[in-house]
């Protein structure tokens, strides 16, 4: 039983920064990747960033260059540094965690924290 928690959510203007926390804990597992995705009032969730244990990431294209994805694999925790926001930013944002417990490999998420950007 993995725990996936966010924070750093919250509201703020446009052109502001954020950033997202998310740690996993509970137990002994071994992280293949983790990532950011939102889901906006009415459409469908999206992915927004990813990165490996590596370190190789991935984002979407609504995001490249204004949002930043990294890692701290000695405490199991990845960061989402937002910056330049946008209203359409706005969102809940999901952390994905994938892990392997006990030879098998599946996909844990948060609770999710909201992103608002408005003026």
């Known amino acids: 039983q993995v725990q996936v928690v966010e924070s750093g959510g919250g509201l703020v203007q446009p052109g502001g920064s954020l950033r997202l926390s998310c740690a996993a804990s509970?137990?002994?597992?071994?992280?293949?990747?983790m990532g950011w995705y939102r889901q906006a009032p009415g459409k469908q969730r999206e992915l927004v960033a990813t990165?490996?244990?590596?370190?190789?990431?991935n984002y979407a294209d609504s995001v490249k260059g204004r949002f930043t994805i990294s890692g701290d694999n000695a405490k199991n925790t990845v960061y989402l540094q937002m910056n330049s926001l946008k209203p359409e930013d706005t969102a809940v944002y999901y952390c994905?965690?994938?892990?392997?417990?006990?030879?098998?490999?599946?996909?844990?998420w948060g609770q999710g924290t909201q992103v608002t950007v408005s003026s």
């Open positions: 994905k965690v994938d892990h392997v417990r006990f030879g098998v490999r599946r996909d844990d």
């Open positions: 509970g137990g002994i597992f071994s992280i293949y990747a």
């Open positions: 990165i490996t244990r590596g370190g190789s990431t």
